[in-house]
């Protein structure tokens, strides 16, 4: 009897650890996909103020060197 208690536990808890994996897998998957989204809606934002004549930030300290030599 003990015996049976104790595969039974231990069954549910390796159940248990199985499921939460499979959760965290599933979590992870979604926060990759919208971070995904989140690099294309920021690369579109780019393109468009190249579009625009903008320039980046990391452009506009180049200039700004250039401009005190």
């Not at 049976?4 to 549910?12: H, R």
């Not at 897998?25 to 934002?45: L, T």
């Amino acid at each position: 009897m003990k015996r049976f208690l104790g595969v039974l536990i231990a069954s549910m808890f390796l159940a248990s650890a199985a499921y939460a994996a499979d959760a965290m897998k599933d979590e992870k998957a979604k926060s990759e996909k919208s971070e995904k989204a989140e690099k294309g809606e920021k690369a579109k934002g780019e393109k468009a103020k190249a579009e625009k004549g903008e320039k980046a930030k990391g452009e506009k300290a180049k200039d700004m060197k250039e401009e005190k030599k």
